[in-house]
T-cell receptor, first 110, second 113 residues
Framework: SQTIHQWPATLVQPVGSPLSLECTVEGTSNPNLYWYRQAAGRGLQLLFYSVGIGQISSEVPQNLSASRPQDRQFILSSKKLLLSDSGFYLC?????????FGQGTRLTVV | DAKTTQPPSMDCAEGRAANLPCNHSTISGNEYVYWYRQIHSQGPQYIIHGLKNNETNEMASLIITEDRKSSTLILPHATLRDTAVYYCIVRPPSNNAGNMLTFGGGTRLMVKP
């Protein structure tokens, strides 16, 4: 069966520090991968999606970047975090009609 | 993606059926209706999806109107653990690059004892 791993579960980082969140998927090949962000009390906002290795599309301009070095690995990064980057970050994968989400990383920038 | 409209919140008594409505009046002929839910501080969980016919699984039933402009998610016997935000989403069936899930505000369902 397919599983999605996302870590860490929680993270507290100072303003200006770098960020790297990792997501890996098992049990499937060539999935579409997504990064979403959810600010406190808000809906889910799509940040990036990828249809293959090295292929990244961005939905909104922002302080973050994404990379897909391997078929089942998706990384969300920032060189310098801002206070506004705080939120709940979710990785997801989809294939055909189904989409599945990781358990999320709660990032607090202080 | 077609937009969806859901009430922002609903209450339901424990043990009773929870009926969550969704309007999707601009849905295209090949777009499916999906329902997800998000329990606090967790990732969204897939519940059910359908195209034209009503669907039922171990979690819920999905009733889609004949004109497909609206649907209702039914939790037949709501429990306290069903308290969550429920999202109704429409999307085409293909695996194209732009075929990502677009989440609206959802309905916050509160199941009360």
């Amino acid at each position: 069966s397919q599983t999605i791993h996302q870590w860490p579960a929680t993270l507290v980082q100072p303003v200006g520090s770098p960020l790297s969140l990792e997501c890996t998927v098992e049990g499937t090949s060539n999935p579409n991968l997504y990064w979403y962000r959810q600010a406190a009390g808000r809906g889910l906002q799509l940040l990036f999606y990828s249809v293959g290795i090295g292929q990244i599309s961005s939905e909104v301009p922002q302080n973050l970047s994404a990379s897909r070095p391997q078929d089942r690995q998706f990384i969300l990064s920032s060189k310098k975090l801002l206070l506004s980057d705080s939120g709940f970050y979710l990785c997801a994968w989809s294939f055909r009609l189904e989409a599945f989400f990781g358990q999320g990383t709660r990032l607090t920038v202080v | 993606d077609a937009k969806t409209t859901q009430p922002p919140s609903m209450d339901c008594a424990e043990g009773r059926a929870a009926n969550l409505p969704c309007n999707h009046s601009t849905i295209s002929g090949n777009e499916y209706v999906y329902w997800y839910r998000q329990i606090h501080s967790q990732g969204p969980q897939y519940i059910i999806h359908g195209l034209k016919n009503n669907e039922t699984n171990e979690m819920a039933s999905l009733i889609i109107t004949e004109d497909r402009k609206s649907s209702t998610l039914i939790l037949p016997h709501a429990t306290l653990r069903d308290t969550a935000v429920y999202y109704c989403i429409v999307r085409p069936p293909s695996n194209n690059a732009g075929n990502m899930l677009t989440f609206g505000g959802g309905t916050r369902l509160m199941v009360k004892p």
